[in-house]
C-alpha cells in the first residue's frame, strides 16, 4: 500500500513566523501536491511538483513555497504565517502524470495560527 | 474553466436506506471523474473513478456512472452503512492539466 505521511497532524504558530509542513511518500511516485481544506471550499490545491526540484503553481499559491529537494519529500513553507492561513493542509501523491491517475492522501496537517 | 458542483450537505439518512449524492461538472475536453471519500480523521482516499464517458465506476457497493450528455457523476449506494458516515469530495481531473478539481465535499451521517 502506498503511504503518505505528513509531519504533525495538528499545529499551532504565531502570526508572522516561517512554517515548514512536510510530507513524505514510499512508493517512489512522480509527483506531489500540496492542497488546502476549508469547509464549503473544497480541495484547493497550492503547489504541486512533477519532478525533482521542478514546481508549479496551483490555483492559491500567494503566501506560500514549496521545496522538493529528494523525490520522496515535498515540503510547503509559510514565509510569514497569517491568521488566514489557518486550515487543515493536505499532501498527496501520484504514481505519473496523467488525468485518469489516482492521488494518494496524506492524514492532513491541521494548523492553527494566532 | 473547469469545475465540480456537488449536492448541498450535510445528508443524513438512517441505516439501510438509498444514497444519492449529485454531481455535475464542467470541463474543457474530457475529464476524468472521481470520487473520494475522507472518513473522520483520516485524508482523502479514492472511492471509485472513471475515464471515459457511459463507464460505471463501483467499489464498497457504491457506483457512479459517466454521463457525457448530462455531465454529471451522481454516487450512489443502495443501503447505507453507519460505517458509511465520512465526507465525499466529486473531482475532476482534465488531460494535461495534472490536478484534480474538487467540489465542495457532502458530508453524509448515517443513524442506527
Known sequence: DVKVTQSSRYLVKRTGEKVFLECVQDMDHENMFWYRQDPGLGLRLIYFSYDVKMKEKGDIPEGYSVSREKKERFSLILESASTNQTSMYLCASSLQQGASETQYFGPGTRLLVL | ?112
Not at chain 2, 49 to 62: E, I, L, P, Q, V
Open chain 2, 1 to 112: 474553466g473547469n469545475s465540480v458542483t456537488q449536492m448541498e450537505g450535510p445528508v443524513t439518512l438512517s441505516e439501510e436506506a438509498f444514497l444519492t449524492i449529485n454531481c455535475t461538472y464542467t470541463a474543457t475536453g474530457y475529464p476524468s471523474l472521481f470520487w473520494y471519500v475522507q472518513y473522520p480523521g483520516e485524508g482523502l482516499q479514492l472511492l471509485l473513478k472513471a475515464t471515459k464517458a457511459d463507464d460505471k465506476g463501483s467499489n464498497k457497493g457504491f457506483e457512479a456512472t459517466y454521463r457525457k450528455e448530462t455531465t454529471s457523476f451522481h454516487l450512489e449506494k443502495g443501503s447505507v452503512q453507519v460505517s458509511d458516515s465520512a465526507v465525499y469530495f466529486c473531482a475532476l481531473s482534465v488531460q494535461g492539466a495534472q490536478k484534480l478539481v474538487f467540489g465542495q465535499g457532502t458530508r453524509l451521517t448515517i443513524n442506527p
